[in-house]
């Protein structure tokens, strides 16, 4: 980068989901950046799919920050149910800006050309390496319509470009950002800098990405055929990595946590995983925590170790009541033997 070239504004959007973990991770991945100033808005917050639609009041405090910030770039991660909240918010940002509007998450995931009717950039799967590559374009002045992951409108062309490999070594994916002076939260009519998420007493984090199982109600079932031959889809970070990121969390200013919420579908099912995190969890975190599993691979073993590293509550879910309709339609493995045992 040229040295007397000035910062540029990034800011991304987190519709109605405080604790989204894309967002919060892609924060801090811009913050190592030179030459570039990013700002997170986390617009509302829901834990349902009733979303309640903003208020004219929210509205024009998020165009206010974007008057304010002058982007050049605005990010959207966008859930299926907020696409016409996105819609808006798009036009509020190229009505009062000059900024690239990029929408990605599952919704554009899997529907790219819908969301291109809107935005300028669709960005597909994983987004670390596409946003670091777009961001160092936009900052140096370069191309960016070549960049992987990346479905790119411009003057009524549409660029195409390939999926990348899925990131392997999760353990160099920075760790979500909290608690910063560059957050904004719009929410009840008034926008805040007081991070929610930190005041909450359940600290939720995420060890893996992907599924062994592929059930047809679940988004993996469609994210999995896309990422064919870009390398292994079930990946896990290190436990401790994973330990590392709590205790950089329980160590900021105000935080309440009473329990940890493992977001992995299937936590601890790797053994030489297991051993290490029954080595360090219990000494240098010690909270009770909760976990998410297919009964199909609960073992009382397995139970047992997790018990004595502090295990509180173990969700899973049934689906149906009939074997055949849980196997021949929904593609999810498991009896109800199985289950009731």
């Given at each position: 980068m040229n040295p007397a070239t000035e910062s540029i504004a990034i800011v991304l959007v987190a519709l109605y989901r405080y604790q989204n973990f894309p967002i919060r991770i892609l924060h801090a991945l811009l913050e190592k950046m030179d030459g570039v100033e990013p700002h997170t808005v986390f617009f509302k917050n829901n834990y349902t799919?009733?979303?309640?639609?903003?208020?004219?009041?929210?509205?024009?405090?998020?165009r206010q920050k974007i008057v304010e910030l002058e982007p050049k770039l605005v990010g959207f991660s966008v859930y299926s149910p907020y696409v016409p909240i996105a819609r808006k918010l798009t036009t509020i940002v190229k009505e009062n800006s000059a900024a690239l509007v990029m929408w990605g998450g599952i919704h554009p995931t899997l529907s790219?050309?819908?969301?291109?009717?809107?935005?300028?950039?669709?960005?597909i799967g994983e987004g670390e390496g596409a946003l670091e590559d777009l961001v160092l374009a936009l900052r140096d002045g370069k191309n960016y319509h070549s960049i992987n992951n990346l479905w790119i409108r411009q003057n009524g062309n549409l660029q195409q470009n390939s999926l990348r490999p899925l990131i392997q070594d999760l353990d160099t994916v920075p760790f979500p950002a909290y608690a910063r002076d560059s957050f904004y939260f719009i929410g009840s009519n008034k926008i805040t800098r007081?991070?929610?998420?930190?005041?909450?007493?359940?600290l939720a984090t995420m060890p893996a990405r992907g599924c062994p199982f592929s059930c047809s109600f679940c988004v993996n079932s469609l994210l999995r055929p896309l990422y064919r031959g870009l390398g292994p889809f079930n990946r896990r970070r290190s436990a401790a990595n994973v330990i590392a990121e709590m205790k950089e969390i329980l160590a900021i200013p105000g935080n309440r946590k009473e329990q940890i919420e493992f977001h992995d579908e299937n936590f601890g099912t790797d053994e030489a995983w297991l051993n290490d995190f029954e080595a360090l969890y219990p000494e240098q975190i010690g909270l009770p925590f909760k976990v998410q599993y297919n009964?199909?691979?609960?073992?009382?073993e397995l139970i047992a170790r997790l018990k004595r590293c502090g295990l509180h509550r173990i969700k899973f879910g049934i689906e149906s009541g009939a074997d055949h309709i849980r196997n021949q339609i929904f593609k999810r493995p498991g009896k109800n033997k199985e289950i009731l045992k």
């Open positions: 799919n009733a979303v309640t639609p903003p208020t004219v009041k929210e509205e024009s405090l998020f790219p050309e819908s969301c291109l009717e809107q935005s300028d950039i669709v960005c007081k991070d929610a998420a930190i005041v909450d007493p359940i009964p199909k691979l609960l073992k009382p």
